[in-house]
T-cell receptor, first 114, second 112 residues
Framework: AQKVTQAQTEISVVEKEDVTLDCVYE???????LFWYKQPPSGELVFLIR??????QNEISGRYSWNFQKSTSSFNFTITASQVVDSAVYFC???????????FGTGTRLQVFP | DAMVIQNPRYQVTQFGKPVTLSCSQT?????MYWYQQKSSQAPKLLFH???????NEADTPDNFQSRRPNTSFCFLDIRSPGLGDAAMYLC???????????FGPGTRLTVL
């Protein structure tokens, strides 16, 4: 069965701190895709990254970085030098091969205080 | 800019009064989705279309229907809204299989 677990319900940090959001997934497929989405207070889900199961290279995009480890079924997201504008709910999601559907985790609410 | 548009952004309806939410896309994606998201929860998939093929989630209430008259447009009809249907409704599109979904801004539905 497929499942995405985001154990951290809420995280609060002070601006300029680094923060890591955890994501653990379960799937029986060998081909699958992992995603992170950001949902600011306005409500729109904003796509951040997509990773396929054969690409374990870590990725960095500005202050954002992602650590994909198949050995631990984890796809963690780190924000370096957090800013108030990073305050949002972040969802990790899984999509299996031959499906058009996303399986979302329950989300982590990040609050960055000035 | 290519995008996913949802109208209206806010919708107020009365208990039992049918309501239709609309979604349009300029991305020319095959797949369109409707999600329901309640406060502090993850989005819950209601149904999706692969082109004209309709796929209903097993736990989507019969009260919810959808139409996709063409590639660009998709509608969500709630036949008899109850208080429990108050939520944010999100539309999304994607190319098929494993690709990222692009979300619209959502319609927040209030049921009085």
């Amino acid at each position: 069965a497929q499942k995405v677990t985001q154990a951290q319900t809420e995280i609060s940090v002070v601006e300029k701190e680094d923060v890591t959001l955890d994501c653990v997934y379960e799937t029986r497929d060998t081909t699958y895709y992992l995603f992170w989405y950001k949902q600011p207070p306005s409500g729109e889900l904003v796509f951040l990254i997509r990773r396929n199961s054969f690409d374990e290279q870590n990725e960095i995009s500005g202050r954002y970085s992602w650590n994909f480890q198949k050995s631990t079924s984890s796809f963690n997201f780190t924000i370096t030098a957090s800013q108030v504008v990073d305050s949002a709910v972040y969802f990790c999601a899984l999509s299996e091969e031959d499906t058009d559907k996303l399986i979302f985790g329950t989300g982590t609410r990040l609050q960055v205080f000035p | 800019d290519a995008m996913v548009i949802q109208n209206p952004r806010y919708q107020v309806t009365q208990f039992g009064k049918p309501v239709t939410l609309s979604c349009s896309q300029t991305l020319n994606h095959n797949v369109m989705y409707w999600y329901q998201q309640k406060s502090s929860q993850a989005p819950k998939l209601l149904f999706h279309y692969y082109d004209k093929d309709f796929n209903n989630e097993a736990d989507t209430p019969d009260n919810f229907q959808s139409r996709r008259p063409n590639t660009s447009f998709c509608f969500l009809d709630i036949r008899s809204p109850g208080l429990g249907d108050a939520a944010m409704y999100l539309c999304a599109t994607s190319p098929p299989e494993g690709n990222e979904q692009f979300f619209g801004p959502g319609t927040r539905l209030t049921v009085l």
